[in-house]
């Protein structure tokens, strides 16, 4: 998604974003496609953990991102305070009609968006990684080995962004799991195009320090490499957790931990 690409979502959607004025403001769109499947649109005011809810509500209700777009856009009345446009294309659960779902999950994002606005992520992290255990706990799987995964991060194409792509089997919960570390490398998301292929999903972020510049720092792009690899092998892995709730509160800390180890390119073949 280019700058173009981008300027023409906001302008279609505009109606939306002009309807979120003050922090807590959430508008929510369900563009029906079929009895399961549909174009969720959320549009908010930008806040730090929303992504990280959003992504894992979505998971805990079963719902695949078969494609979207995530957008940082600048508020024309308080240039200091940003808001963000998702735009997903989602499929429910095989037997789900989208609207038995979409209440509960409604009420759900604004019960956490406005947590968030007055005690900030950490007063519903645990909350909404309880829900994403439950899905993961009634899976009965067994996989094993490494997930072949393509990184590629490219300081060249974007003059304001570094552009980090990441291409690998689809791997349910990889954009929560992603979400939810970003603090460990202090980037922020400008805008993400999530797009899917057969059995492969091409996630595409644009990212920021915290500062708004790009990446530069070549340790700093090995951390952010090292990271999305092992995040997409957690994603993987996380179905064979006897514990998958505290498999996902102790990932933060483990991925921390990680980054300091000099011989870190040897934990991923060890997992």
Known sequence: MDNIEKQEIICHYEDLLQKVTEPEDLSFIWEKKSLDQGNL??????????????????????AEIVSGDIISVVDDHNPSQRKILDILYLKWPEGEIAERLLGNFKNDLDYCNKKIVIEGIESVRNWVIDKVAVLFSSQNENKKGIL????????ESSETDTVLRIESQDTPGFLFAFSNSLSLLSINIDRATIRTASDLVQNVFYVRD??????????????????????????????????????ISQFRDFASKSLL??????ILPSM
């Open 261 to 266: 180890t000099p011989q870190r390119s040897d």
């Open 148 to 155: 072949p995964v393509e990184i590629e991060i490219d300081n």
């Open 210 to 247: 915290l500062k708004g510049r790009k990446i530069m720092d070549q340790e700093k792009l090995d951390e952010l490499r090292f990271i999305c690899a092992l995040i997409k092998q957690f994603a993987y892995l996380l179905p064979n957790a006897p514990n998958p709730g505290q498999a």
């Open 41 to 62: 649109i959320v549009a908010s005011a930008d806040k730090d953990g929303l992504l990280t809810v959003l992504a894992g509500l979505l998971t805990s209700y079963g």
